[in-house]
């Protein structure tokens, strides 16, 4: 039973697209998060969500909205798709958001703007 | 702001020791951490280290973590092919009470036979 899944595994799509990836954890934890890994490996977290609540939110640009339907599952829509968006997106779910809890990682989604 | 470094590359002959190192920034991280990445795969914790300690061992991993430097290092005993991955330093940063982890710019370690 896989604890944190995304889909798609892979995306390939147009610039100025939108596209939406989606991700479920089975652990019962109540945070979430998003991070988004470059081609030269940096990975930078994007948003975290703590019981369906937006708790972390850096900088990114507007154009990528996450959702939170429930606990377990945290979307990510991307809007006007652009170059500079390829990269893989990882999903990652913890009990909770205290730092002594273990993020567990899904294993990604490899996004490619063409 | 936050930053942490870490050496791009280690390569190392199976059965020897590895160490990676790693600088960060935030003084008031209360949590360092070691995540391992696989090829194609998301990223898995290996061991965290509370801030208030220098030292923590896990089986074939020891952590160290001097304050003062702001300096943290992974090493790993008998190293095996298995143990070929990108391995991410990352802190906690900004002291919001939330997990706000920031990551190190990842080290590849290859364990030749």
Not at chain 1, 81 to 90: K, N, P, Q, R, T
Not at chain 2, 39 to 55: H, R, V
Request: with cysteine.
């Amino acid at each position: 039973d896989t604890a944190v899944s995304q889909t798609p595994k892979y995306l390939v799509t147009q610039m100025g697209n939108d596209k939406s990836i989606k991700c479920e954890q089975n652990l019962g934890h109540d945070t979430m998060y998003w991070y988004k890994q470059d081609s030269k490996k940096f990975l930078k977290i994007m948003f975290s969500y703590n019981n369906k609540e937006l708790i972390i939110n850096e900088t990114v640009p507007n154009r990528f909205s996450p959702k939170s339907p429930d606990k377990a599952h945290l979307n990510l829509h991307i809007n006007s798709l652009e170059l500079g968006d390829s990269a893989v997106y990882f999903c990652a779910s913890s009990q909770d958001h205290r730092g002594s809890y273990e993020q567990y990682f899904g294993p990604g989604t490899r996004l490619t703007v063409t | 702001g936050e930053d942490v470094e870490q050496s791009l590359f280690l390569s190392v002959r199976e059965g020897d020791s590895s160490v990676i190192n790693c600088t960060y920034t935030d003084s008031s991280s209360t949590y360092l951490y070691w995540y391992k990445q696989e090829p194609g795969a998301g990223l898995q914790l290996l061991t965290y280290i509370f801030s208030n300690m220098d030292m923590k061992q896990d089986q074939r991993l020891t952590v160290l973590l001097n304050k003062k430097d702001k300096h943290l290092s992974l090493r790993i005993a008998d190293t095996q092919t298995g143990d070929s991955a990108i391995y991410f330093c990352a802190e906690n940063g900004e002291n919001t009470g939330f997990q706000k982890l920031v990551f190190g710019t990842g080290t590849r370690l290859l364990v030749s036979p």
